[in-house]
């Protein structure tokens, strides 16, 4: 997923919950960088894969957004 497939889809998950509350700068800089964390992930020894957003979602939500869905 490109970054700002993340973010949408953040936000549908939000709006599917029935919260309609306008997001906070907070909230933005948040799925910002579960965007990037969804991107690639660099271990030390070098090697890279993709994340899949699905798993970042549910271990993350709470913490990155601060609010359940």
């Known amino acids: ?3 700002w497939q993340v973010i949408d889809r953040q936000i ?6 029935g919260d309609n509350t ?6 933005v800089m948040g799925m ?8 690639v992930i660099t271990y030390g020894d070098g090697i890279k894969f993709r994340a899949d ?3 970042i979602e ?3 939500w709470d913490k ?4 359940v869905a």
């Open 1 to 3: 997923m490109k970054p």
């Open 12 to 17: 549908e998950l939000l709006r599917s919950a």
């Open 22 to 27: 306008p997001l906070s700068a907070s909230e």
């Open 32 to 39: 910002i960088e579960m965007a990037e964390v969804c991107q």
């Open 53 to 55: 957003v699905h798993d």
């Open 58 to 60: 549910k271990k993350h």
């Open 64 to 67: 990155v957004l601060g609010r």
